[in-house]
């Protein structure tokens, strides 16, 4: 097992440095510089003051060179500064990364209080009316784009409860209930999605499981529907399930993105949006590597957990 743990993390790496590439040359594809961004387009400044700004931000030199720079850093432990703040990335990714968690763990919360259960119940009552509803429901969810879903939800809130999203952020520790109210509809536009390919996957997995032979004989033998599902037949097909939530913590980071947004929160998502916006490579190339690290991470997670989950799985 250890073997297999180092394995792991050591094929980490090169997908890492791939990512460091891909982000790298990613953020010099878009149009415009930060020394455009602060210039301005109507802005008349002469070539030697907008030369001396790229010099200053290291854009006059070659590509490679630039690469090198930041990956010596990276290497260092430093995610570079940012250059439109002056602040290090790293503690400006740790400032708002409270935010992102709470927001992802609510809407993971949400996904599997309501993906689970209805998987179960559509695949313990297939072909009945409840097992179409269930299905028509998550197509339909996986169909709506998720800034569509956030706007119609606020339009509906600010219609019906007079509620509309406040412009300043509430933690938990000093105003509880204002950050409970605040993160309900966040949570609820970022887990739908979520729910509907956990339901669609807890049913596929379990009616796989309901067919074996050995749930046909507790049957055969008088065991309560309930017991087969809740005892036998659920804990083997929760690998397939697993894998799902493990591969949509990516879904859960990428969609925070414009939920923290629509929705004005503080979060990683919304600092890497405006870092895009105002052309701050290092930011921009410090959140997308780290968002990168935590959904390998995660992966790794799902699959350390497969033996547990599963006695047949060995890793060798």
Request: hydrophobic residues 55%; aromatic residues 8%.
């Amino acid at each position: 097992m250890r073997a297999y743990v180092l394995k792991r993390v050591l094929s980490l790496v090169p997908t890492l440095i791939g990512v460091t590439i891909l982000v790298f040359l990613m953020v010099r594809l878009i149009p415009g510089t930060v020394v455009d961004q602060m210039i301005g387009a109507e802005a008349r400044v002469d070539e030697s003051t907008r030369a001396s700004m790229r010099a200053f931000f290291g854009l006059d030199q070659p590509l490679h060179v630039q690469y090198w720079s930041w990956l010596s850093g990276l290497l260092r432990g430093d995610l570079g500064q940012s250059w439109r703040s002056g602040l290090p990335v790293s503690k400006m990714i740790f400032d708002r990364l409270a935010v992102t968690a709470e927001l992802g763990l609510a809407a993971l919360a949400v996904s599997l209080l309501v993906g689970i259960p209805l998987g179960v119940l559509s695949a313990v009552r297939e072909n009945t009316r409840l097992d179409h509803v269930a299905r028509i429901v998550s197509l339909f969810s996986l169909s709506i784009p998720i800034f569509w879903q956030a706007a119609m939800l606020i339009l509906a809130s600010s219609l019906w409860f007079n509620w509309v999203p406040p412009v300043e952020y509430a933690p938990p520790t000093r105003d509880p209930l204002g950050n409970l109210k605040q993160m309900v509809l966040p949570a609820i536009v970022l887990g739908t999605v979520v729910a509907a390919q956990v339901m669609r996957m807890t049913r596929s997995s379990l009616l796989e499981v309901l067919r074996h032979d050995y749930v046909r004989t507790a049957r055969a033998k008088g065991l309560a529907e309930r017991l087969i599902v809740s005892r036998h037949a659920f804990k083997n097909a929760l690998v397939p399930i697993i894998t799902v939530i493990g591969v949509q913590v990516g879904y859960l980071l990428g969609g925070a993105v414009v939920t923290e947004e629509v929705f004005t929160l503080p979060g990683v998502g919304r600092l890497v949006l405006n870092a895009v916006y105002e052309r701050d490579y290092p930011l921009v190339q410090g959140t997308i590597l780290f968002i990168a690290a935590l959904f390998m991470l995660s992966n790794l997670v799902v699959d350390l957990l497969y033996a547990y989950l599963d006695p047949r799985i060995r890793y060798e």
